[in-house]
């Protein structure tokens, strides 16, 4: 688009793996893992850094403000209401149209092992109240992916950031015959638009109940597609979000956050060469609560006292 600067890449390396990161929406494009002899692309992405520019489903965007869908698009705080902008009617999802995955960051790399992503984000963006001063700290190193983000508030502001890849360990074909296992206790029922309405329910008993470990073909017989929210997420390095798939590859996840966000990729269609659609890669999405300030959850705020944080590590390993 006119007035836009062409989208900037860094590479970060470790050992036999290498993950490209962009400046647009601070998007994860490739992340390379040599196994059985090849390089495996282990999550989705385009070829074309300015592909991103048109990218619909996140492929790789750390999202936000706020991440997750706002039910009305519309919350109040501290007796204001802020009407957001409706990117799927007639609500708020991932922080809006032109939410913080559109723009592009400063981006300062650090080697071949970390690179640090800066914005702020004015008072009003999208609708939100206060400036938001966003760093995004990505480094690779003994082989873990670390995402560090953090915002600093000139006033009291909701923030929940996630980032939004989506995970095929085979590197091709459909994500069914992967093995899930979700250290959390609860889930939280949605309506028809997929909005949270306030409800906690556990999961003991329900057929996603993912703290055994299934197929997603268990999980989805008729393959109906999920898109659901954990709660009571408790991601450390002794029980973390494992993903496991027939190739030997098995995805780890370590996470600060309450809530895992799990979609099957059930509405991904093909765009700009890429052989994506249903079910060809799932997203693990670790964030706060969604529609918090409408639902009575707990609130994930930044405030000139206390600035959010977030840190989220995932490793992709052989087992054989």
């Not at 390379?32 to 989705?44: A, E, F, S, T, Y």
């Not at 109240?129 to 990505?138: E, F, N, R, S």
């Not at 409800?199 to 993912?210: K, Q, S, T, W």
């Amino acid at each position: 688009m006119r007035g836009e600067r062409k989208v900037e890449s860094h590479v970060l390396r470790d050992g036999r793996q290498s993950v490209t990161i962009l400046d647009l929406g601070c998007a994860t494009q490739s992340w390379l893992v040599h196994h059985q002899g090849r390089d495996v692309p282990v999550v989705l992405g385009f070829d074309d850094p300015e592909s991103y520019r048109d990218n619909p489903d996140f492929l790789g965007f750390i999202v936000g403000r706020m991440a997750g869908r706002i039910g009305g698009a519309a919350f109040e705080m501290d007796g204001a209401r802020w009407a957001l902008d409706v990117n799927e009617a007639p609500n708020h999802l991932h922080g809006g149209a032109r939410g913080l995955h559109t723009r592009q960051w400063d981006m300062s790399p650090d080697g071949a092992r970390a690179v640090e992503l800066k914005l702020r984000s004015p008072h009003g963006e999208q609708g939100y109240p206060g400036q938001l001063d966003l760093t995004v700290v990505i480094s690779l190193e003994d082989g873990w992916l670390c995402y560090d983000m953090m915002a600093e508030a000139d006033r009291p502001t909701p923030v929940s950031l996630a980032q939004h890849s989506y995970y095929n360990l085979a590197g091709e074909g459909t994500i069914r015959d992967h093995r899930l296992t979700v250290p959390a206790t609860e889930y939280l029922p949605v309506g028809p638009d997929l909005v949270t309405s306030g409800e906690v329910r556990p999961l003991a008993g329900m057929a996603f109940d993912r703290r055994a470990e299934r197929t997603i073909a268990e999980i989805d017989p008729e393959g109906q597609g999920m898109d659901m929210t954990f709660a009571g997420l408790d991601a450390q390095a002794d029980h973390p979000v494992r993903l496991r798939a027939p190739n030997g590859l098995t995805l780890e996840m370590i996470s600060d956050q309450p809530c895992l966000q799990f979609y099957t990729s059930g509405k991904l269609i093909a765009r700009h060469g890429a052989d994506h659609g249903r079910e060809r890669g799932m997203c693990l999405e670790p964030h706060g609560y969604p529609n918090a300030m409408n639902a009575g959850f707990p609130l994930s705020l930044a405030t000139p006292e206390q600035p959010y944080r977030q840190r989220t590590r995932i490793r992709i390993a052989s087992e054989t």
